[in-house]
């Protein structure tokens, strides 16, 4: 497949231009950021999940502010797009509600660590 057939396919989970525009296109901090995020991002989801089941809510409004972040700043529109709804409604959500966007949300990081690997 050509690259712009896969970037415009992708580009809702994972925007690879816009993260190469902003890192002046250094392919070694590329690899760099995906690798700490790699690592990073499952440890916070699997953070959330806990936090989430315990009602913890500033510590998961800690949580969902951090992967908003990551997410945002790594070009994952989707998946920041899932932590800031979450964040900004966690209070008023069922905690049902919130598991199931905790769970879109991990099932988001695997279309984009589909994409990344």
């Given at each position: 497949?050509?690259?712009?057939?896969?970037?415009?396919?992708?580009?809702?989970?994972?925007?690879?231009?816009?993260?190469?525009?902003?890192?002046?296109?250094?392919?070694?901090?590329?690899?760099?950021?995906?690798?700490?995020?790699?690592?990073?991002?499952?440890?916070?989801?699997?953070?959330?999940?806990?936090?989430?089941?315990?009602?913890d809510?500033?510590?998961?409004?800690?949580?969902?502010?951090?992967?908003?972040?990551?997410?945002?700043?790594?070009?994952?529109?989707q998946?920041?797009?899932?932590?800031?709804?979450?964040?900004?409604?966690?209070?008023?959500l069922?905690?049902?509600?919130?598991?199931?966007?905790?769970?879109?949300?991990?099932?988001?990081?695997?279309?984009?660590?589909?994409?990344?690997?």
């Amino acid at each position: 497949k050509p690259i712009i057939e896969d970037d415009a396919q992708h580009w809702r989970h994972f925007n690879k231009k816009a993260l190469l525009d902003t890192i002046s296109n250094d392919m070694e901090t590329y690899q760099q950021l995906l690798q700490i995020i790699s690592t990073n991002l499952p440890e916070k989801l699997e953070k959330l999940e806990t936090t989430i089941s315990a009602r913890d809510i500033r510590e998961s409004l800690s949580i969902l502010h951090a992967i908003r972040g990551s997410a945002q700043n790594m070009h994952f529109p989707q998946l920041a797009e899932l932590a800031s709804y979450l964040e900004k409604n966690f209070v008023q959500l069922d905690p049902d509600d919130a598991e199931d966007i905790l769970q879109n949300m991990i099932k988001e990081w695997s279309i984009i660590l589909e994409i990344i690997s």
